[in-house]
């Protein structure tokens, strides 16, 4: 885990040379929020906006090796760069451009994980909005964790407020009841 986040270390110092608003967002952002797990890449949020991404996929194109072909028509087309560290490890660079992920950008805040190596982090709050709009089994677990470990500590109406116009968008008008569930099982057992 020192190497990820040593590599986390280098990838900031790189965004913030360019002046780039960025926060990591999954596995190391769990480390500080959630139930950590087994991570061995790295998951950012870039905020490019929904106009002239394609000098930031050349820029980072330039300083590190894409993981499939045509990554730059790719990363163009899903709006997320897949690229690798020069000793192999995963990079994902999500190109923001919507509302929820300028505030998530903006919301975001350091974390020291150890000496010399503080990492600028989402909130708790849009993690969990993140995950639970992803929707996969592992995500859910970790929606499970953060809310577990925060407890209290969360802002559950900026979370609705910021969930609700992206499941709309996705059509999964599921995800909010099934948040919801989770979080009375949760406190339900906390009581």
Partial sequence: MIELLKL?????T?????????CFIGGISLLRWGEPRFTTDIDITLFTGFE?????????????????????????TNRVVILKSSKGYPIDVALGGLPF????????????YQDGISLRTCSAEDLIVMKAFAER??????????IIRQGSKLDWSYIKKQLAPLCELKESPDILPRLDALRSRIETLDT
Avoid: H, N
């Fill in 101 to 112: 992920e300028q505030m998530a950008v903006e919301r975001s805040s350091f974390c020291e």
């Fill in 14 to 22: 790189f965004f913030e040379e360019k002046k780039w608003g960025f």
């Fill in 52 to 76: 002239g991404e394609e000098t930031y996929v050349d820029i980072l194109l330039d300083r590190f090796e894409p993981r499939v072909g045509a990554m730059r028509e790719f990363a163009l």
């Fill in 8 to 12: 986390g270390v280098e990838i900031q």
């Fill in 137 to 146: 089994g592992k995500d859910w677990l970790d929606v499970e964790g953060i």
